[in-house]
């Protein structure tokens, strides 16, 4: 076996399995050169193979065992067998001893073909290697769990060391810092590269009183992930700001700035915002793809009859879909996604954002600036000139925009935009508060779509267990009823928090003439209600319900995303 790995290269054997031409690993040859890369990483690079392709052939080819290292505890023996640069070198890493055989070393390789790595971690071991198959991201994702902390705390160490014997061991005076110091640089995008690796959406780096605290936000909560001494501060805000594009020399004020990163050959967008706390600046950095903010319909999590509804709206060739609900519940997520949907060669589509949030290839997006009077008003006055047939407002904040809006869909656009309200209903009053007229309300409004995320229980260790009285109340069932609820527990996939991924939770309203008729005649909250429900409507806590009976979420959960 270990002769035929030694002889076959990987292009070789991917043609083989007829994963790959001749012509494309040619061409994937010539843009290997001078890159660096391994010839794997240049082909997925460049879109001719995914990873999962190279899995699935090298598994045919060589009757090797996948593993999945996702949920997987490396022992700490094993983890202290190797430096973490050799397999950063090798993209592999060891993650047990041979049950039967304490002799040999099982490590998860991207390329098992790779004999020089083989051997090398053979020898550093002094152990037998037997290569197992993985794909590179999951490899670098369980580098980052084992070794990451203790490499940024290292890399703090290093930045400590230095700037004692710069400054002859004098304390730190909060002037300036040597950004070029490598273990702040090193640190900084060590940061970054776990917090994407670990599905945060914000890193917070929090002056404390005398250390430094760093927390990420996953599935919408906080977990604090690392401490640091409050002196390395300085030099991790400056460093960021230089990245952000912000100036370093001010530090009394809030800034804004805003980088781009790869990570695991992903694009990631990071905006970042500074504020002057007590103990020093508070920096928030915003992570976001372009694959998260566009996914597939399917992955919103709508049921079928719901699924109808929304594609039967945005079928609609004119009027105003509104999407709707607080800071962070996927609002922007759905509207990329029905923008995705909606983008044909044939149709015009045009944005207006503050900040744009993701880049969609070929939709006009338009930035808001307010420095040259570039508001959503005026932007949106350029764009009805621009011969649009969708246009997208990222939020309706004051009734100059709402009005245009609403002019602009009665004389045949379609308008999606979001708003700030707590449900589907509401919305129609907010629009009439903002000083829109109900019967322009009524004529242009397609439908309404509120919502809010709630974290799913982790899949390998959610535990069944029987409601209580006051749950069964809450699930709104017989309290003499057996109900069985399921509530989170921990383990090494969902990194001991007992949830992983979110889903969306909707309430869509489609307006038909009983509701139009009620928005024009000055209808109550109670009326438009109980005809959106009449018609088929499901509010946001009777979808809550049906996720919790189905186990895939808790009644915690539930509840906060549907407050009554």
Known sequence: MALRRERMRLGDLLI??????????????????????????????????????????????????????????????VRNLVSVDLLKKYTCIPFELDP??????????ADPMDMAAIDDISIVTNLQIEPYIATTRDILAAIDRCYGASETLDAARRFTQERAQLRGGAADDDTDTDVSDAP????????????????????????????VRVRYRIDGALYERMVYDNSLLPAISTRIKILGGMDISEKRKPQDGRMSIMVDRQDYDIRISSLPTVHGEKIVMRLSSKLNLTRNKKDLGLPPDEMERFNHMLASPFGIILVTGPTGSGKSTTLYTALSELNKEAVNIVTVEDPVEADIEGINQVQVNNKVDLNFASALRSILRQDPDIIMIGEIRDRETATIAVQASITGHLVVSTLHTNNAVGTLNRMADMGVERYLIADSVVGVIAQRLVRKLCSHCKKMRPA???????????????????????????????????????????????????????????????????SGMRTLRENGINYVLNGTTSVEEMLKASYE
């Open 16 to 77: 083989k399995q007829n994963v790959l031409t001749e012509d494309e690993l040619k061409k994937a040859l010539e843009l290997q050169k001078g890159s660096g890369k391994k010839i794997g990483e240049v082909l997925v690079d460049n879109g001719f193979i995914t990873e999962d392709m190279i899995v699935r052939a090298l598994q045919m080819q060589l009757g090797l065992k996948v593993v999945q290292l996702t949920g997987v505890t490396i022992p700490k023996e």
């Open 468 to 534: 209580t009285s006051e749950e069964k109340r809450v699930l709104r069932m017989n309290t003499q009823e057996d109900v069985n609820v399921y509530e989170p527990c921990g383990c090494d996939f969902c990194s001991h928090t007992g949830y992983y991924g979110r889903i969306g939770v909707f309430e869509i309203m489609e307006v038909n003439d009983e509701i139009r008729d009620l928005i024009a005649e000055n209808g109550t909250t109670e009326e438009l209600e109980r005809a959106a429900r009449n």
């Open 184 to 211: 702040i640089v090193q640190l900084v995008r060590s940061l970054i590269e776990q917090a994407i690796r670990q599905r945060a959406s914000d890193i917070h780096i929090e002056a404390l009183e005398n250390k």
């Open 100 to 109: 039967y055989n304490a002799n040999i070393l099982h490590l998860a390789m």
